[in-house]
């Protein structure tokens, strides 16, 4: 059974940094794509990064690139999401997700099979 456990979210002040664990369960995390995403109070579930299966493909939201970096560890079977000078803007609750789709690249669209609950990350002075 497929399963990922979100994790890490926090309040934090604009500067601060977290780091966001998304443990899998189910399956190797090197052999599906993985993706983080957020969600604003009013506003549209939004694709921030992502890692492909086994090439360590990613790809960045325009918004947190240079800032945000996702990264796997095979033996913790979990992908993180090292977020650095966080800005008030950032605040939201941040899933991760799975893409059973072994032959594309990862994306940032919300075409993922697999969710885990969210994460609530709050940016604020």
């Known amino acids: 059974q497929v399963q990922l456990v979100a994790s890490g979210g926090g309040l934090v002040q604009p500067g601060g940094s977290l780091r966001l664990s998304c443990a899998a369960s189910?399956?190797?995390?090197?052999?599906?794509?993985i993706g983080w995403f957020r969600q604003a109070p009013g506003k549209e579930r939004e694709g921030v990064s992502c890692i492909s299966r086994s090439d360590n493909y990613t790809l960045y939201a325009n918004s947190v690139k240079g800032r945000f970096t996702i990264f796997r560890d095979n033996a913790k079977n979990t992908v993180y999401l090292q977020m650095n000078s966080l800005k008030p803007a950032d605040t939201a609750v941040y899933y991760c997700?799975?893409?059973?789709?072994?032959?594309?690249?990862?994306?940032?669209?919300?075409?993922?099979?697999?969710w885990g609950q969210g994460t609530q990350v709050t940016v604020s002075s």
């Open positions: 189910g399956f190797s995390v090197d052999y599906y794509g």
């Open positions: 997700a799975a893409d059973t789709q072994l032959f594309r690249l990862c994306h940032l669209s919300r075409e993922y099979d697999y």
